[in-house]
DNA sequence: GTGAAAGCGCTAACAG
DNA sequence: CTGTTAGCGCTTTCAC
């Protein structure tokens, strides 16, 4: 490898001197900025086209105040590319990111360390911000604007939410439950930390509300969606003790095998249903076609997210827009 | 939300104030720089704790010209994540970048968008590289340090590269299949545009000489690691054309499936043996004992590759190192 | 050892 | 419509 390091890269003010106009001039010719350019601006652009010129993120960030750098937000994201609803929520953001141009920058999850690095970004997604995720917290109450995808918990301040229109596909998934008759559901999802277990519950209780039957609940922890047997560890003394319980709403599949299994094991003859509000893996409920789901759409969420964050972005002047929600649609399977 | 976007974040000229010195001062007070300061140094670095001092990375990296932001580079990116093979080889990356405090920027692969973002790394990660990536030839044609995670394949140029030690591998794992005696060994492996599959015919050809045995090779793509059925479409007209085969060797464990599945199907009696060189996935072999794999460590490999890029990075001085090669070593799990 | 000043490459005011 | 100028916040000579 040769010593030096940069081979003198282009600056602006190369192609400024070789279209002959000022770098001011050649700044907004390129950025295609406020005051038209005639022709000059077709010269300053092949120009720059024939020096291969490419804009210095760094000093036009400096100026601007903007990185075009958006920021994504989880709990100890490192380990959670293994999580599928985490990691196509990743490539929902980096494909819309990349489309409007934007870098995306998984920030670290440690509040502890130093990061330096901070501030590099122009705005944040928290991906299911949980009300005792101090960081997600941090990161709300600063001047950075955040999106967070899926509802927030109660604790968390304010901000602008994009989520999945739970209560929709939980009404088009409940109905047919309802219509065979349910007296005694049972419903197992996430603590009140979560948001969306918060609304799991909501829902579920007016539903059962509306049939006339007394729901129970049980919590699980949020991130432990593919625990099939934590889900067991609530589901088992759930169902022994309420013998009349006859459906299971859970917030994942594996909540469903692990509670199809327990069957299985120890009242084969026990007509309980199942369904799934959960993340669905690829086929996972594909063997079992009397349980109806929902498929949380994670990456179109996370593009969602990314798409009205860069719409923040790009909004410019603080146009005094008070948060608000967008709703996207789940696709919903029906039991057989 | 209110409209001021940032509430006017400290300055290094703020901390300098504050604690009664000078910009300059402050500045190498902070970085440990060259001049010792004394005491001053504790006191300017307690005002910045006070003050929650964050150096804005923009104008240091204006300045220096570095950016602390290192690329990563694939084909398709965005469709890669759900590889597990790639989403480790990130994770590896995601978690030496934090722990040295670097962000990790994963690069659109499309050439043809322009992007103004670009040059906002100090190096960059070529995962995989093929001859016949045209967006990997540019980077490593470009000044930016570039450590190529895996082998380079003739026609690329040349570059730091941290991969498996695959000769190693190989001959742990095909020992026993020698002792076993073999007449007739097929590999099927990507083709010559991946230095990865190329290594493989090298070593594979050597071990079969060494028992008098003529190998006979077969090709995939390169991404095709998960496409059985591709697999498939290349092992069966060789299984069939060659009645003598006795032992395949394949860079996926779907391989092993496909050839295990052709097998089956076809001459259940025929003694076939299988072996996989390629990235292992939770369980797809356990249940076939008989059958030796490699299991490439991807997130160990991600992880070296950036832990060397960095060193690169701030090994300063263009110290006029030739590009080398690091070797990692992987797992062999033999068979029964 | 420390302060002052120049300048990284760019954009945004302000003149003309 | 276009040129000139002043910084964005930081690091880095160069004086003292």
Redesign the interface.
């Known amino acids: 490898?040769?010593?030096?390091?940069?081979?003198r890269?282009v600056r602006l003010k190369d192609v400024a001197e070789k279209a002959g106009v000022s770098v001011g001039t050649a700044s907004d010719a390129l950025s295609g900025r406020g005051r038209i350019t005639g022709e000059t601006r077709q010269k300053v652009a092949d120009v720059a086209a024939e020096l291969g010129y490419?804009?210095?993120?760094?000093?036009s960030?400096?100026r601007t105040?903007r990185?075009?750098t958006i920021g994504l937000h989880r709990q100890s994201?490192?380990?959670q590319?293994?999580k599928p609803y985490f990691?196509?929520f990743?490539?929902g953001v980096?494909?819309v990111g990349?489309r409007h141009?934007?870098?995306?920058?998984?920030l670290?999850a440690?509040a502890d360390?130093?990061?330096?690095?901070?501030?590099?970004v122009d705005g944040v997604i928290v991906v299911d911000p949980l009300s005792d995720d101090l960081r997600a917290r941090e990161l709300m109450l600063s001047?950075l604007?955040v999106v967070a995808g899926e509802h927030l918990p109660p604790g968390l301040p304010e901000c602008e939410v994009v989520a999945v229109d739970h209560r929709r596909a939980l009404s088009e998934l409940l109905a047919p439950e309802a219509a065979r008759g349910v007296t005694r559901p049972l419903l197992v999802a996430p603590d009140e930390h979560s948001g969306w277990g918060n609304l799991l519950r909501d829902v579920f209780d007016a539903w059962a509300a509306d049939l006339g039957a007394a729901p129970a609940h049980g919590y699980v922890r949020f991130g432990g969606w593919d625990d099939k047997e934590g889900f067991r560890e609530v589901l088992q003394p759930m169902l022994q003790a309420d013998e009349e319980a006859d459906f299971v709403l859970v917030s994942s599949p594996y909540g469903v095998l692990a509670g199809l299994e327990f069957l299985a094991e120890h009242s084969p003859t026990r007509a309980v249903r199942f369904a799934s509000a959960g993340p669905d893996v690829g086929g996972l409920l594909d063997h079992v076609p009397e349980v109806g789901f929902v498929d949380l759409p994670a990456r179109a969420l996370g593009a969602a997210c990314a798409e009205r964050l860069i719409e923040l972005l790009e909004a410019e002047?603080?146009s005094?827009?008070?948060?608000g929600t967008t709703l996207i649609e789940a696709p919903v399977h029906l039991p057989q």
Chains 1, 2 share one sequence.
Request: aromatic share 2%.
């Open positions: 490898m040769s010593a030096s390091r940069q081979p890269r490419v804009a210095n993120a760094l000093a960030g400096l105040g990185t075009r994201p490192t380990e590319l293994d990691r196509q990743l490539a980096l494909e990349q141009d934007y870098d995306v920058s998984i670290s440690n360390m130093p990061r330096s690095t901070a501030a590099r001047a604007p002047a603080g005094a827009r008070v948060s």
